[in-house]
């Protein structure tokens, strides 16, 4: 049943309203480049549906570069790279890398490169250029560098505080002109140190409002500013009066900054609301706002989170980590600064320099999806084993000297052609309307659906669990959990409807519970899990811990409170709901166990009915219901603890019991049942390591159907939302596929019967295998607060056999065949 591991599409020419400009969208042929005047690379899909057609020369960098800095002599490009796996520190020739014609010539840029133990976005060269200033992340200190002679010389290191678990967590560095004194704000402790370089002392520390995301000093009056990533200001540190002088409130997560040379104007990109905030210094206020999206007043979604200035002080750049694209503004005249369109990058730009007329982007994820035969393995070492999920994603530089404002009109078309979000989606999403119980149009609501039960589960590949499905494109060599320990997904993927070509918009379950629930992951999500899945200090601040984690309009939740809907939280999002005032606050079912493995899910799922039960006979049923069972997450080979069969068996018991008794109940004839993976990170795919199991399961869902369309964990939000009437959430949701082709308008009110367990439940792991002396040492408190890299390993060996290679996860490249490709011109 083994297929091809590319999946091909047919992109077709579309009209596109530009915010800049305006422009007929063409389908960009072969001879692109010729074109328009500039190199940009052959389009590929990523599995959440977006598209790359990145510009320039490239650089190999690291696992997640998420900054860089240049020295003052314009030649040396330093980047942090601070993704899960190995991080290191880069020096890079600018001149080099600019120059370069092939791929060994882009290496040969690469001057020198070290392994920091723990590291974070803080990056910045001394005055002189002598010295580079690295973030120690949770190890809270700033690592110094020699540089001069074009090594990375570790020499010293300032020292903050004592390491994690003491939570400072470095962040943005900086120094004064003389390079004397050195700053660093935090992200944790929410504080700027004051450091003598010198003597290495800290000479001050000062609270600050809330998470600071960087810091910046004045080129004329050698004032600091910090961005305040969780408070939505910059506030401005006097040196000479040792203290906050004022504040500046900007728009949500502003994170990085970049001053006019002269120092009057001061560039804020905030993340989570698709803009720069542009401040007049002197009269301390934001004097305009630009919006760095494509569509104005666009959802969530772009991300703006890396600023450059050209050297004439006449062009901003603006890195929008999930448009993967930059925008540009001509900012000539302060308040009356205008749009001049985009360029194509790689996937997800974090970091943004303009040195000359050469531009340099960091691509947080690289260019592609990648196979990743090297898969995790607990018996080598974590530097020789980086083809874990979450640190498959290696950077890459784009190198390119700035386009000229008519190449800028060319590739803006290519950034819409790449873009499946614009602003009629969000309206009205593609589809026919009457044509299944889903409306097309936001707002409508369904009028056969009228209650949603939304099923999130731990963690599984779509070949993990349905390789041995027929019908579906599977791999059964890679199937440990086939029909024999699933007996009821396997029979509702075969009663209703197979989706073999469905993937999560996530890595991990630290982004995956805010896919799954908001169809967005925070820049503060996506910048700092990766150093707490690797290891490296850090608290599991994603499921409503936090607020500097939110989206911005919130959850999901927050959206069925706005539309004045009933809701209810099984599990799902439990500190969300301790939050006084939160979408969750009394909307929680209270004697329903969070994330907890001792508790069974199909114990679970019997407090659910009792619960159910009671809202029927108040008539008061919940028009969204989001249900947690995770148990499928397993233990394992953990001794005393469920084995992982038995956990996995348990689950899909759990699943086929929900459904019955539903499907039992008064409420069937008017409900869908919604059934997804938070992530796939435990587990290999022939296709992607993206793609896992999901089930739709509804009176009016088509029975005994295959469906082959691709869909993603924003698809599924977005059918729901859809039901429900509420509006997408975010550029992801409004751009994403509807589940449309799983529905028909003709009910089956059939009810499910459940399969009892093949498996005992009750089984438990009692040999003291190596796997079982590794899970051990595993903190299974919460949903992946452990190395999944060496979990995933764990539970092939639990169920293979000991000495069983697993074979490694895989990862496709998304081709798109353009509609032009087959012209013969070039």
């Not at 050469?358 to 980086?386: C, D």
């Not at 850090?538 to 309009?553: L, N």
Request: glycine share 8%.
């Amino acid at each position: 049943m083994k297929k091809a591991v590319y999946m091909r599409f047919l992109f077709a020419p579309l009209i596109l309203l530009l915010v800049p400009a305006l422009v007929l969208a063409q389908s960009p042929k072969k001879s692109t480049a010729a074109r328009t005047g500039v190199a940009v690379g052959q389009r590929l899909t990523l599995p959440n549906g977006w598209s790359l057609t990145p510009l320039g020369q490239s650089v190999p960098l690291g696992d997640l570069p998420l900054n860089m800095a240049v020295s003052a002599n314009g030649k040396r490009l330093a980047v942090t790279n601070n993704g899960q796996s190995t991080q290191t520190i880069q020096l890079i020739d600018i001149t080099a890398a600019a120059g370069a014609k092939s791929a060994a010539q882009a290496g040969a840029a690469l001057l020198s490169e070290t392994v920091i133990a723990k590291s974070w976005v803080g990056l910045r060269f001394t005055p002189d250029g002598k010295r580079l200033l690295a973030s120690g992340g949770n190890d809270n200190q700033v690592i110094i560098y020699d540089v001069s002679g074009d090594k990375l010389q570790k020499t010293d290191s300032v020292v903050l505080g004592k390491p994690w678990p003491n939570r400072l967590s470095v962040a943005g560095v900086e120094t004064d002109k003389a390079g004397a004194t050195l700053y660093a704000v935090t992200k944790d402790d929410s504080s700027l140190y004051v450091c003598d370089l010198a003597t290495k002392q800290v000479k001050n520390r000062i609270k600050l409002p809330a998470e600071a995301y960087t810091c910046l000093r004045s080129p004329v009056s050698d004032e600091l500013f910090i961005s305040i990533w969780g408070g939505e200001k910059i506030v401005i540190y006097d040196p000479r009066q040792q203290k906050i002088t004022g504040e500046i409130q900007t728009g949500s997560h502003p994170n990085d900054m970049a001053f006019t040379r002269n120092g009057t104007v001061l560039f804020v990109a905030n993340a989570n609301d698709n803009s720069v905030s542009v401040i007049d210094v002197k009269t301390r206020r934001v004097v305009e706002t630009l919006n760095t999206a494509l569509f104005p007043d666009a959802l969530a979604g772009s991300t703006p989170n890396g600023l450059a200035l050209t050297p004439d002080g006449k062009t901003l750049l603006v890195a929008n980590a999930d448009n993967n694209c930059l925008a540009v503004f001509d900012v000539e005249k302060t308040g009356k600064s205008r749009s001049l369109g985009f360029i194509p990058t790689g996937w997800y730009p974090t970091s943004v320099k303009v040195v000359g007329k050469t531009v340099l982007v960091a691509n947080g994820k690289g260019f592609a999806s990648r196979a990743n035969p090297n898969g995790p393995n607990p018996f080598k070492r974590r530097e020789s084993n980086t083809e874990y999920i979450a640190g498959l994603f290696k950077g890459a530089l784009s190198v390119f000297s700035l386009p000229k404002p008519a190449d800028i009109t060319a590739l803006s078309k290519l950034v819409y052609q790449n873009t499946p979000y614009t602003k009629e989606k969000e309206k009205i999403a593609i589809g026919q309307a009457g044509a299944s119980p889903i409306p097309t149009k936001v707002g409508e609501k369904s009028a056969a659906i009228k209650y949603v039960f939304y099923i999130i589960k731990e963690n599984r590949t779509y070949d993990q669990v349905f390789g041995d499905m027929p019908g579906g494109n599977g791999d059964t060599s890679l199937c440990l959990f086939p029909e024999k320990v699933t007996p009821n997904q396997h029979a509702l993927a075969r009663e209703f409807v197979l989706l073999d070509n469905f993937y999560v918009d996530a890595e991990v379950s630290a982004d995956g519970h805010n896919w799954s629930t908001a169809a967005y992951a925070t820049d503060f999500v996506e910048k700092t899990w990766p150093t707490s899945y690797g290891g490296r200090g850090g608290t599991y601040d994603y499921e409503g811990s936090r607020p500097v984690a939110y989206p911005k309009k919130g959850f999901i939740w927050d959206y069925c409170q706005r539309a004045g809907l009933r809701y209810r939280s099984y599990g799902e999002f439990e500190a969300y709901s301790k939050r006084k005032g939160s979408a969750l606050d009394g909307r929680f079912a209270s004697n329903y166990p969070d994330y907890d493995l001792k508790v069974k899910d199909i114990d679970r799922v019997e407090i659910w009915k009792k619960d159910i039960d009671s809202l029927i006979a108040l008539n008061a049923v919940p028009h969204f219901s989001s249900i947690r069972l995770g148990n499928n997450h397993t233990s394992g080979a953990r001794i005393g603890a469920p084995t992982p069969t038995a956990h996995v068996a348990d689950n899909d018991l759990a699943v086929g019991r929900f459904v019955e008794y539903l499907s039992k109940s008064p409420i069937w004839k008017e409900s869908a049942v919604f059934v997804l993976e938070d992530d796939a990170q435990n587990g290999a795919d022939h296709v992607d390591a993206h793609r896992s199991p999901a089930l739709v399961i509804s009176p009016y869902t088509k029975r005994n159907h295959a469906e082959h369309t691709m869909y993603s964990t924003s698809g599924m939000l977005r059918t729901m939302e859809l039901i429900l009437g509420l509006p997408p959430m975010s550029q992801y949701d409004a751009a994403a596929t509807p589940m449309f082709a799983c529905f028909t308008n003709t009910p089956t009110l059939t009810p499910y019967t459940h399969i009892p367990a093949n498996i005992d439940l009750d089984a438990k792991n009692t040999a003291m295998t190596e796997p079982a002396r590794q899970s051990e040492k595993i903190d299974l408190r919460y949903a992946d607060k452990i190395d999944d890299r060496l979990f995933n390993e764990i539970i092939w060996k639990a169920i293979k056999g000991e000495h069983s290679v697993m074979p490694a996860p895989r990862r496709g490249a998304f081709l798109v065949v353009t509609a032009d490709d087959d012209d013969d011109d070039e």
